[in-house]
């Protein structure tokens, strides 16, 4: 979906495997050469089962052609969700299978990545009003779907809407709850409750949500 060079991060679990061309000043044991020959889904099955963090740097010549075929071997969807703020600072969360999460789907065929993002947040939250202002972030996590290992990549924007909107969870997509979080109320009612990844996204962008 992209053609210049970049740097792709992919969650296993706990770990974070992120593919690029530069190893910067790097312990060796941080470091996994990849070949046109590497097993990815051997190499994230491992981490899979990994139950501690850990970052490790996947290093390539050309980290776009890896991504390719990284998407070739493993079942790849691609996917669109939103950090989306109201007037009060507060960050738009749903509960799925009863741990918390942002509000993402999957991209229909022919459909702008940024539209994408729009429609999910409003089907899953039953949210009318919804303003995307940016593509903040975009990262992989791996997963396991009747014993198949699959690949999403999901592309992060920041969005605005408003607190007096009536929140209506999307129950046929398995969400029971949908609310607005403080700042202050992250740490005792998400941190403990959620998946590395999305806890990892949060911090990296809270001055954007809680701060302008």
């Not at 996917?79 to 960050?91: D, P, Q, S, T």
């Not at 990262?139 to 690949?151: D, P």
Request: aromatic share 10%; proline share 3%; net charge negative.
């Amino acid at each position: 979906m992209e053609n210049q060079t970049q740097t792709y991060t992919i969650f296993c679990n706990q770990c974070q495997l992120i593919i690029t061309d530069s190893g910067f000043e790097l312990s060796p044991k941080d470091i996994l050469p990849l070949t046109d020959s590497s097993n990815f889904v051997e190499i994230f099955t491992r981490y899979q089962k990994k139950r501690f963090p850990q970052t490790v740097w996947l290093l390539t010549d050309e980290p776009n052609k890896t991504f390719e075929k990284m998407c070739l071997d493993i079942d790849c969807i691609y996917a669109a969700g939103g950090l989306v703020v109201n007037e009060k600072k507060e960050l738009l969360m749903i509960k799925r299978f009863g741990i918390w999460d942002l509000p993402k789907g999957k991209i229909e065929m022919d459909e702008a990545i940024e539209v994408a993002a729009v429609r999910e947040v409003q089907e899953e939250c039953g949210l009318k009003e919804v303003k995307s202002i940016q593509l903040i972030d975009s990262f992989s996590h791996t997963f396991f779907q009747k014993g198949t290992l699959n690949l999403k990549r999901t592309f992060w924007y920041l969005m605005e809407s408003n607190s007096n909107e009536v929140l209506i969870p999307q129950i046929e997509e398995d969400i029971t709850e949908v609310r607005w979080v403080k700042e202050s109320e992250l740490e005792s009612l998400v941190k403990n409750n959620t998946y590395h990844s999305i806890w990892w996204l949060i911090n990296q962008n809270r001055s954007l949500i809680f701060l302008n």
